[in-house]
């Protein structure tokens, strides 16, 4: 677990950037920041998109799909999505990530379910959450590809809650296609 938070902790402006790329792409926009490249659309099949971008010389592949459905007694959020994001030369090969549109509550683990079975994602920060090691990251993975639907539970720092519904829909598809891209 220690290492995974060391890699979480230098990886963590990559994790910035892959989720402000999702926003961008949620806002229809593809201006990029940083010292990033422009990212190209790589994939897209039933409800995920697959795009790359190259940073420092190395490749990034991330694919993400937002919510079917959203419920729970919130007030007010911003967009949600799930994400799995793949980098080349780096020792994490895959992460799964989920972003709420709200601050979690502090030390909160997550619920994911799919397809009824469960998992935690551990590692939060803000509003995104990451699995406590890649041993899990890689479990959900497995999970989504040979699942139909993801169903994320979180909790506020106002103690509100959201439970959003993903279509796991061309899931497998287009993790080929960023396996084969970042392999």
Excluded at 18 to 47: H, N, P, R, V
Excluded at 148 to 167: E, I, W
Aim: charged residues 30%; contains cysteine; proline residues 3%.
């Amino acid at each position: 677990m220690r290492e995974r938070f060391v890699t979480y902790f230098r990886l963590s402006s990559v994790h910035a950037k892959c989720t402000l790329f999702a926003w961008i792409l949620l806002a229809g926009g593809f201006a990029m920041a940083g010292d990033a490249e422009a990212q190209t659309e790589l994939s897209k099949s039933g409800a995920w998109k697959a795009y790359t971008y190259s940073e420092g010389g190395k490749l990034t592949c991330y694919m993400y799909s937002q919510p079917t459905k959203k419920e729970g007694n919130y007030k007010k959020r911003g967009d949600p999505h799930a994400m799995v994001t793949r980098r080349r030369g780096s020792k994490v090969v895959e992460e799964v990530s989920i972003t709420s549109g709200y601050p979690y509550k502090d030390k909160t683990p997550i619920k994911v379910k799919i397809d009824g079975r469960g998992f935690k994602l551990g590692i939060v920060q803000e509003e995104h959450v990451w699995a406590d090691d890649a041993a899990e990251d890689k479990k959900i993975v497995k999970a989504m590809i040979r699942g139909n639907k993801l169903t994320v539970r979180g909790t506020s720092r106002k103690d509100t809650y959201s439970l959003d519904s993903y279509s796991l829909k061309g899931f497998s598809k287009t993790h080929k296609a960023i396996v084969k891209a970042c392999p």
